[in-house]
T-cell receptor
Framework: DTEVTQTPKHLVMGMTNKKSLKCEQH?????MYWYKQKAKKPPELMFVYSYEKLSINESVPSRFSPECPNSSLLNLHLHALQPEDSALYLC????????????FGDGTRLSIL | EDQVTQSPEALRLQEGESSSLNCSYTVSGLRGLFWYRQDPGKGPEFLFT???AGEEKEKERLKATLTKKESFLHITAPKPEDSATYLC????????????FGQGTRLTINP
């Protein structure tokens, strides 16, 4: 079991639906990340929150909308997704100290019909 | 541009057959090099951080080493449960919030 918890584990949605992915950590980490991972590829960075403020957006389409309500929680709101958005969505968190590793959750497997 | 290249892409070994995975990197000022293990359908699991050339870290059958241009993950007498994809990532001085990942090595250990 990881210390970064993601829900739901699986999600199937139509292209017109609105849904949200949730990520929670209670390690006191102040940096949180969203990644997208396709099969047999490494994780691809989407967003970084540092001290609850969005610090990096890797030119992600606006149909993905991140939110950081507090230091333990990270959401990813989804709307009008495309079939190519089907992937494993990973959340990670990192301690604020220098060179600390990122710790990943087990992801949400998203399928767009 | 920061880059990470892992080789081989895939590796099949017999149980007990030791080997090494390679991670070559070019980065503008290395802050840290990270090794992760990823099982199918799971998130990457943190294994090691290496900071400077000459550093070594060990955990069970795994040993990671670092030079100025590459890192090796040595696997000694592997077991089937060591089968996974091993990811290498670097954190550069510029853009320190990001990790640059290699493509990974898919390791299969046959009993």
């Amino acid at each position: 079991d990881t210390e970064v918890t993601q829900t739901p584990k699986h999600l199937v949605m139509g292209m017109t639906n609105k849904k949200s992915l949730k990520c929670e950590q209670h390690m006191g980490h102040r940096a949180m990340y969203w990644y997208k991972q396709k099969a047999k590829k490494p994780p691809e960075l989407m967003f970084v929150y540092s001290y609850e403020k969005l610090s990096i957006n890797e030119s992600v389409p606006s149909r993905f909308s991140p939110e950081c309500p507090n230091s333990s929680l990270l959401n990813l709101h989804l709307h009008a997704l495309q079939p190519e958005d089907s992937a494993l969505y990973l959340c990670a968190s990192r301690d604020a100290g220098r060179n600390q590793p990122q710790h990943f959750g087990d992801g949400t497997r998203l399928s767009i019909l | 541009e920061d880059q990470v290249t892992q080789s081989p892409e895939a590796l099949r070994l017999q149980e007990g057959e030791s080997s090494s995975l390679n991670c070559s990197y070019t980065v503008s000022g290395l802050r840290g090099l990270f090794w992760y293990r990823q099982d199918p359908g799971k998130g990457p699991e943190f294994l090691f951080t290496l900071y400077s050339a000459g550093e070594e870290k060990e955990k069970e059958r795994l040993k990671a080493t670092l030079t100025k241009k590459e890192s090796f993950l040595h696997i000694t007498a592997p077991k089937p449960e060591d089968s996974a994809t091993y990811l290498c990532a670097v954190q550069a001085s510029q853009g320190a919030q990001k990790l640059v990942f290699g493509q990974g090595t898919r390791l299969t250990i046959n009993p």
